[in-house]
């Protein structure tokens, strides 16, 4: 059998770094070799630093591992990056520029013009953007990234209709789980029996990421998609998964039958053999009452995204309602399978030899 890729978790001790050891400890493909996170953790085990938060045991080889600091030297070239916006904005680039694939789930560079923000079921294809980084052809090293946690599970919904019917304007309202926030996140005393209407920079995100998630990648860029879009963003008392309300405007009409055949057919990575792509990657679920996210978070291991309660709306032509896992298909999961779908195009693993992206390395 084929020797497994040793990969790194950058920010491991957080709850989507959490969510990354969770999610590779059976992965096929990836070995987690390395694990670092900030001054506070390194040199500790990784069982002394990280408070685990997830409901199934941490794995007992990691839990001894040692976590290392937050610095390229000795680290795996295939990086998953789990770190807040302000510090993956210093530190992402230093791995890339070191010949490391970083694959990253923070807002810091997603709308960079030279790094691909990427669903694999969505716009596989933006991910040729990487060949315009810098480093890429310094070092062989580059910056892949996933959308906001409330984004991807509207762009997935969305995508099967903007392909059939076009779209021209959406309106979506989210509520969003406290893990969202990270550990130890929103106060207890500010969520518990109330809703928080803000997050801070979540409806811009969601914005801006969606129109270019769903843009055409132009040979050296990303042209978004010029469809209107407006989000409001809530934090609700939910421990994982964001439920979203979303109305849509076509731009040609479709029956309720066309819609669900849509989300139906919508299979674009069957055949590919990733092992964390969903089967169904949009599924409807038919109850009046659903989805929900006790019920329905888990669907597909976390990455499949429910929709339901289709409707005309009196506004705009359709309404429906989303639910997706947050730190599975929106953090954790969608960076995995990113890695997977670089892999299955043979750019996984920089392209430079060793000795050559270090001679890179010492020349810059
Ligand atoms: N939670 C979600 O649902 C979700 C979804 C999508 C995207 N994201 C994004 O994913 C990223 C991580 O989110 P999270 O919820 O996992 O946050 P978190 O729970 O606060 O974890 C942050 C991680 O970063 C590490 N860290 C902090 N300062 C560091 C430094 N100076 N150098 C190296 N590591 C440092 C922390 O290590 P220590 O334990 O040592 O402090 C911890 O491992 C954020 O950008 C977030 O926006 C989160």
């Given at each position: 059998m084929p020797s497994k890729t040793p990969v790194g978790i950058l920010g491991a001790t957080g709850m989507v770094g959490q969510r990354f050891i969770q999610l590779l400890e059976s992965h096929p493909w990836f070995e987690v070799a390395w694990l670092a996170a900030s001054d506070r953790s390194s040199g500790k085990s990784y069982g002394e630093a990280a408070k685990w938060r997830l409901d199934s045991p941490l794995p007992q080889r990691i839990d001894r591992m040692t976590v290392s600091p937050a610095?390229?030297?000795?680290?795996?070239?295939v990086i998953f990056a789990a770190l807040d916006a302000a510090i993956a904005r210093e530190m992402e680039p230093r791995f890339a520029q070191a010949g490391c694939a970083v694959i990253s789930n923070s807002s810091?560079?997603?709308?960079?013009?030279?790094v691909p923000l990427v669903i694999p079921e969505v716009n596989g294809d933006h991910l040729r953007l990487i060949e315009e980084q810098a480093s890429r052809r310094h070092s062989g090293g580059y910056m892949v990234t996933n959308p906001n946690c409330s984004a991807i599970g509207l762009v997935l919904a969305l995508k099967p209709l903007e392909e059939r019917f076009g779209l021209e304007k959406i309106f979506v309202t989210t509520m969003q789980a406290v893990s969202g926030a990270g550990y130890?996140?929103?106060p207890s005393m500010d969520i518990l029996g109330n809703v928080v209407p803000y997050i801070g920079s979540e409806e811009e995100k969601m914005e801006a990421e969606t129109l270019k998630l769903l843009g055409r990648f132009e040979g050296h860029a990303v042209a978004p998609l010029g469809a209107r879009i407006s989000a409001s963003c809530n934090r609700v008392p939910v421990e994982d998964g964001h439920t979203e309300i979303v109305s849509i405007q076509l731009a040609r009409p479709a029956t309720r039958e066309q819609i669900l055949e849509a989300w139906a057919e919508f299979?674009?990575?069957?055949?590919?053999?990733?092992?964390?792509?969903?089967?169904?990657?949009v599924e409807f679920a038919p109850?009046?009452?659903?989805?929900?996210p006790r019920l329905d978070r888990n669907r597909g291991r976390g990455m499949t995204v429910t929709v339901g309660r289709l409707r005309p709306c009196a506004l705009l032509d359709w309404k429906f309602t989303l639910l997706s896992h947050n730190t599975i298909r929106g953090a954790a999961g969608a960076a995995i399978l990113n890695a997977e779908m670089l892999a299955s195009q043979g750019r996984l693993v920089p392209a430079l030899p060793e000795a050559e992206a270090m001679s890179a390395a010492t020349r810059a």
């Open positions: 610095e390229p030297e000795g680290a795996p070239k810091a560079f997603r709308m960079a013009a030279d130890p996140g929103v299979r674009p990575l069957a055949g590919k053999n990733l092992p964390s792509a969903p089967g169904q990657p109850q009046d009452d659903r989805p929900q």
